[in-house]
């Protein structure tokens, strides 16, 4: 069984365990319709889904047709020494997105994170990628920040430019 298959059961488990635990969430009075559960049931039921697409991926679409995966695995299933270069990369990335993220706020650091990642999969940083992630930043931010009331860091922009 090809390993990004094995994944896919994983996930589509820890969706299960997700819902269970969001179940758990105790309900309020003054919840409105949704109530409190309402965001993390959605997420197990995406979590569920995309793991049924790799599952689905993994087993029945012919690797010529399939995506080229991310981490290559060799005959056996195994990672090759490309697979854990990328995993290294991406790990770094996400590091540097951590240590960033208080200095240059959440829209910026998830614009550099989106550029970065882009690019380090052979992606030139052209006007369209660049494009990309800002429109992509700058909807995770309207997302997070203005329709879910998520506090996210500003950064030193909001001070900078005079907005506060």
């Not at 109530?35 to 790799?54: F, M, N, R, T, Y």
């Not at 290559?72 to 990328?86: A, I, M, N, S, V």
Request: aromatic share 10%; proline share 6%.
């Amino acid at each position: 069984m090809p390993t990004s298959a094995i994944a896919g059961v994983f996930l589509l488990i820890l969706s299960g365990l997700y819902w269970i635990g969001s179940d758990a969430i105790p309900k309020s009075a003054m919840s409105g319709s949704v109530g409190a559960d309402g965001l993390p049931k959605l997420l197990a039921v995406v979590l569920a889904g995309l793991s049924l697409i790799l599952i689905y991926q993994s087993l029945v679409v012919r690797p010529s047709t399939a995506a080229p995966e991310a981490f290559p695995e060799d005959e056996d299933g195994e990672f090759t020494r490309r697979g854990h270069f990328l995993a290294a990369g991406l790990l770094a990335i996400a590091i540097l997105y951590v240590v960033i993220l208080p200095y240059a706020g959440y829209a910026i650091s998830v614009g550099l994170l989106l550029l970065a990642v882009a690019m380090f999969y052979g992606r030139r940083p052209t006007l369209g990628v660049i494009a990309f992630a800002v429109i992509a930043a700058g909807i995770f931010y309207l997302l997070f920040v203005t329709v879910l009331g998520v506090r996210m860091p500003a950064g030193v922009l909001p001070d900078f430019i005079g907005w506060h």
